[in-house]
Each structure stands twice: as structure tokens, then as C-alpha cells.
């Protein structure tokens, strides 16, 4: 299986911006889909996280500006980021948990995308 993510880059305080991902290839089930990020110095920190059943946690630095959703017809999930701040500056991972085989699970990270929250 493979994760592909699309959109990121140089947007101004109080922008916007969409991320989007897509997992494919050899797939029994997905469970969790969701969005980390790494900004520099420091560790990788969950954004998003939405559960099979559609459950979604979300870091409390982003809670009531970010949105993750997903659509399970198409094995994909988005991030919509609003009011955004420099310090949301990061490279961004779409993470994806899913079974390739009925009794085999595994994590799948996306290549990252640059999200650059600059004047």
C-alpha cells in the first residue's frame, strides 16, 4: 500500500489551507487515517487522528481552526486549516493505519508536505 498527500505551502497569518491524501494499492481495511506534523527542533505531534468509526481527536493548539475528514469510498482524508498562525509553521504527514491483509496491520506515513505560515 502507499499514502499520497497533495497541497501545503507559503501562506500569510490568518490563511488557509487544504492538505489532502490518499492511501492505495493493497488494502483489506483502514482504521485510523489521520495528520502529524514536525516542525524544526522539535518531535513529531499528532494534528488529527479520525477512527474507522469516524471519531476525530484533535491536538488543542489546532482545536476550532483545523478540520479532518474522511471519505471511506475513496480511501481518502483532508485537512482544512484555517486561522492560520506562524507557529503552525511544519512539514505535515498524512498517517494512515490499515490492514493490507485480514490479519496484518501496518502504518503508512505519507512523504510530508512544507506548510509555511509567514508575512
Known amino acids: 500500500a502507499q499514502v499520497a498527500e497533495s497541497g501545503g505551502g507559503l501562506v500569510q497569518p490568518g490563511g488557509s489551507l487544504r492538505l489532502s491524501c490518499a492511501a492505495s494499492g493493497s488494502i483489506f481495511k483502514i482504521n485510523d487515517m489521520g495528520w502529524y506534523r514536525q516542525a524544526p527542533g522539535k518531535q513529531r505531534e499528532l494534528v488529527a487522528l479520525i477512527t474507522s468509526g469516524g471519531l476525530t481527536n484533535y491536538a488543542d493548539s489546532v482545536k476550532g481552526r483545523f478540520t479532518s475528514s474522511r471519505d471511506n469510498a475513496k480511501n481518502t482524508v483532508t485537512l482544512q486549516m484555517n486561522s492560520l498562525k506562524p507557529e503552525d509553521t511544519a512539514v505535515y504527514y498524512c498517517?494512515?493505519?490499515?490492514?493490507?491483509?485480514?490479519?496484518?496491520?501496518?502504518?503508512?506515513w505519507g512523504q510530508g508536505t512544507q506548510v509555511t505560515v509567514s508575512s
Open positions: 498517517y494512515v493505519r490499515l490492514n493490507y491483509l485480514r490479519d496484518y496491520a501496518e502504518n503508512y
